[in-house]
Structure formats: C-alpha cells, structure tokens
C-alpha cells in the first residue's frame, strides 16, 4: 500500500511568496532537476546557507535570493515575526489539523500546558524569570553564608593551633602563618559551600525543565538588543564559571550569534567573582547583602545587553538568527543528580582555586617581600616591588576612590577572581577573615560598590581570555579584554560619581 | 463569583500592597539620602508583622506573586481549568519564597550561634530583629494555603477528565 504525497499548504501570502521565487528558480532547468523549486523556495525563504550555497552557481541566484529577502521582511512585517519561525509554525499548525481528524478522543491538557501559559506569558514571563532568579541567588547567598563562616574560622582556627610547629620561621609563615597555605586553603574551602549552593540551585532549575522556559521567555527581550534566545544558558552557566559558558556557545548555530554571546559572556558574574562580592557586600551591606549582589548581576546581564546592541549595530550587521525550542515536560528534580552535580562542581572549584590561588598568594607574597629598587628581601610592604607597582597604577583609578592596595588586587585578579581576596588581605596587612572590618574602617559602602562593579566588569580571567582566544582567536580575545577594562572604569567612575552627588 | 477567584484575589492584593511598600522603602533606604520606613502591620514588641523590608528587589518578587495570584483569580472566573495554571504557579513561588525565608532565618540563626563550636560568646541574634521572620512573603503563604484545593481539584479533573 503507498501513501500518497502530503503537500503541506501554508498560509496565502506565504504560498504567493514560494510562487514568486519558484518562479524565478524554474528558469533554470538543471537547476530544478536536481531539486524541487517549492522546496528550494521555502529554503530560501528560511535564509537556509545549505540551500543558498546550492543554489550559488546558478544563474538566478541572484534575482532568486533578492526577491527571498523581499518577501522574507514583507512577511516578518505582516506577522511581526521572522520568516523561519513563522514557517514552523505553519507547519504546526498543518500537523495540528492532521492530528485532528486521524486522533479520536480529546487532547488531554496536561499540568505543563496550564502552568506554561502563565510562565511564558508575554507579560509575567520576564518578571517570574526575575524571581526566580532572584530567589536562586538569594538561596546562594544567604543560606551558605554560615557554613562558608564555620569553615574558614575551622582553618583560621587549625592554622592558629599549628603556628610555630616546625620552629623554623620561613616554613611556619609560608605554612601555617595568617597568609600561609593552611589559611589559604581554608579560604578556597570555605567558598565550596557557596558554590555548592549555586550549582545546587542550577540544578535543581535544569531537572525541573525551566531553563529551557527562560530561554524561550528571554528570547523575544534578547532578539531587541542583538541576541538570541539560545543565549540565555550560556549566560546562565556564566554565573557559575565563564570558561564552561564560552565552549556552551558551540550549540549556538548561527557564527555572528556565537561571537556576541562569546564576546559578551564575561559580563556575567561568575562564581569566582562571588566570592569576592560575597564578602565585600556582608561587611558593608549586611542584611541587604543578597539583593546588592542581586543588583550587581543585573548590572552584568544588562551591560551584556547593551555591548550586544553595540556590536550588532557598529560591526555585526546582520540579523539575529530564530529560536525554535520543544518544551519538555516539567517533572521533579532528582535529587540524587542534583546532590551529585553540586557536589562534582564543589570539588571541580576546589581543585582550580587551589591551585591557582596557593600559587597567586605565594607569588604575591614574594614580591611583597622584595624591595624595590633594591631588590632585597624584607618586611616594608610600602617598599616592595608590588607597592611600586600598585603606586604606578593609583594615579589611575584615584578618581575611583580606590589606594594602590585595591588596584593590585584588582591588578593580580587577572589571573584568577579568587586571587582578589587574599591578595587584599595581603596588602593590607590582615588575616582573610578581618579583611571585612579592616575595609570598613577604610571605605564607604559607596567606593566598595563601585569596586565591585570594577571587578564585575573588567578582565574576565586568564583561563577565559584564554578559552575565547581558543574558540574565536587572539583578536577577539583582546579586544574582549580591552572593552571590559576600558568600560569597568566608565561604569565604575559613574557609580562613584552619582553616589558622591547623590550620598555626598 | 466563584470562593476561590474572590480568595485568590485578596491574596493577590495582600502582597501587591507589602510588594509596593518593600518597593518605595527599599528604593528611599538604597537610592536616596531619606529615610522613609512606611508599614502596614500589627505592632509587635517594638516591630511589625508583618514587616516591610527595605529592598526594592524583594518587593519587585512580591508584586510579581501578588500579580499571579490576582491573573488567577480573574481567569478562574471563567472556570476552574482556567485559573489552575495561574493559581498553581503562584502557590509553587509563594511556597519557595516561604521555605527560602525559613532556610535563612536558620542560616542566620546558626550564623550567630556557631563561634560557640571554637570557644567564643555566640552573637545576639533575636527573632524579632530578623527581617526574614517578619517578611510578608513568610507571613502571607499560610493565607495563600487554602488555594491548594483548587490545585487538588485540577489535578483530580486531569487525571479523570470524566469527573
């Protein structure tokens, strides 16, 4: 038994605008014997690269890919929506009336259905992805802070217990002084529970099915400034580490959508930069600590928004591609996997920031200790290499509100955000855990919050320059790092000029 | 009208009214050199309960319920099917904005007490001076509660349509 040839019929204009380019497409006969003009005609109207370059040698290409463009902006106007997703949905709409005379019985309305019409409703979807959000963070925040506490005074604690224990004074500091390993060590362990609570949260998000939902609430917001709904988990993944992000953006099919979210993820404030924040925002902020965060996430997402719309209107001139997603149902999270995710993340954080940041502190410490410019060892921080350094830099960022110390810090950050911490407390002459009380007595609430939009903003770290030089080349990699810097300073002497208009 | 589109929108107004305080005191404390504290609350021992906090994103989150749960009582007005989806979701938020004030008022809890594991005095930590105890958002859900028999009802309807 054959069945016959279904040809699916789409709406007028549509099929009056496949009419037009297979018109023009017949005129070329070796052209149509090798493919079916109706389907090269909704390829082309579908913007299709594997269709355009079939169709390349031919000579209608031309007048063929002109009149496409024509219809494709005349329908996208008429229907408000791109060609590509206007098609899907024709076709859509064809199984939904082939569904409908073949299946007996009613279509059950499931859970997901009703609950998906409030989630990606065009009004509440953006706000309850805000809450969502907002919660997660909050959740990240708040409920690790005590546990991120207990370990770091557990290590402060051990490391004060063993001071002296060797009685040879170079190898008791490097090991178990107020900057040395056990300390050190005791710092990064005692970020895993923030991050633990992160990755936790972002699964627990991933399991239930509402990622998927704010990509596709977020992408009708990110089509206005330049981006693709498709982003939206690689900026996702960005708040837990730039680097993931970054190769994530391989499944963004469309190049010149793949280099704008490249470009544009290291606005996103990863875990390392947390915990930084993390600290400042407790011990200035307090009981508001969580929602500056918050802010400062928004901060990033926005800026990200703005770079995007930059970029597609100065250099990338062409147009976003569509976004076509299947839903999957919501189900409950497991929390096995979940457990387990959060858990690989923690140690997969511990592993990276230990080493980078025993090594950065050890580094630090060194040229802490040797003079400038006489290049002894000693104990006057003022006269090392890194205050040398730090005073060449302050000129620079003064207007900031910021002394050389939180300008070699945010100098060493390029290496690694986890490093920022304790190189501060390095330079300020602190253990880690009074860093907070030693900034207050230095600082405003306002000149810390600029500081930390610096941080947000500026040079994503080593490893992610180096994953967009990897993914895109050095070109794309330096320019990444040269806007970051140039628009961590505007954004960042911004903030601190209005406070200072605003605050006094 | 049906009990649960009139109940659905007086919870829905609850939080619209707190979210819009959080808001305005929130945006005063962070953005401006006033101070502006507006309540609207029972006096407890010197606070309110509930209590508006000062943070404009908090109060954004419960306008956000509040609005849910009016768009549920308004498209329950023309059935149960139709509210279900808008009553469910802001009873699943409400609920994990319930339980995240629970989980920090402990975490702020253990916070003050842990220094006594290492032999130090445990910070002053009280009940009434804990902005999570006394936020709308834990406050106002056990009045929300009672809407978890439409959600019943729903999932009964959609198991047994015949029902």
Sequence with gaps: MQGSRLKVRYADDVERAIERISTILSRDPSLISAYSPRWLSIKLLENDEDALSRLRSSPVYEEAVKAAEEERLRLSKKHEIEAEILLANERYRVIGEIVKVVVKGAKKVTASDLIDKVVLDKRLGIPIFFTVIWMMFQFTMSVSAPFCDILGDLFAWISGSLAGLTGIEVVDDLFFGDYGVVNGVGTILSFVPLIFFLYFALSILEDIGYMARAAFVMDRAMRKV????????????????????????????????????????????????????????????????????????????????????????????????????????????????????????????????????????????????????????????????????????????????????????????????????????????????????????????????????????????????????????WKWALFTVTYGIVLAYLVSLAVFGFGTLIYG | MRWYSAYSFFVGLLYVIYGALEVINGAVAWWTPLELNLQLGLPLYGEFLPKAVSDPFFGFVMLVLGSIFILGGKRSLEGLEEGWGPITVALLLSGALAVLSLLVIGADWLDSTYPVLFGEEAGEWSILAEDWALNPGLILFPLALPLIKVYRAGRMRMVNPSK
């Design chain 1, 226 to 473: 330049g981006l693709t709904g498709r982003t939206i988990i690689p900026m996702i993944l960005g708040f837990g580490c730039n680097v993931p992000a970054i190769y994530s953006t391989r499944a963004i099919p469309s190049d010149e959508d793949r280099l704008v979210a490249i470009i544009t993820n290291p606005l996103m404030l990863c875990s390392a930069r947390l915990t930084v924040f993390a600290m400042l925002a407790y011990a200035f902020f307090e009981a508001t600590a969580g929602s500056v965060i918050v802010s400062l996430y928004v901060m990033g997402i926005v800026l990200a928004f703005v770079v995007a719309l930059l970029f597609r209107k100065l250099y990338l001139k062409g147009r976003v591609s569509p976004f076509i997603l299947e839903l999957p149902p919501y189900q409950s999270p497991t929390l096995r996997s979940v457990f387990t995710h959060a858990y690989e993340r923690g140690v997969m954080f511990f592993k990276k920031a230990g080493t980078v940041i025993v090594i950065g502190l050890i580094i630090i410490e060194i040229l802490m200790h040797v003079q400038y410019p006489s290049l002894v060892w000693g104990n006057d921080v003022e006269g090392s290499l890194v205050a040398s350094l730090g005073k060449g830099l302050e000129p620079i960022f003064r207007p900031l509100g910021w002394d050389w110390r939180l300008a070699v810090s945010a100098f060493f950050g390029f290496v690694a955000k986890e490093i920022v911490l304790g190189a501060t407390a390095l330079l300020y002459g602190v253990p880690e855990p009074e860093l907070g009380p030693k900034l207050m007595s230095l600082y405003t609430p306002l000149q810390a919050y600029s500081y930390m939009v610096f941080i947000l903003i500026y040079v994503p770290c080593i490893v992610t320059v180096a994953a967009i030089a990897h993914e895109r080349g």
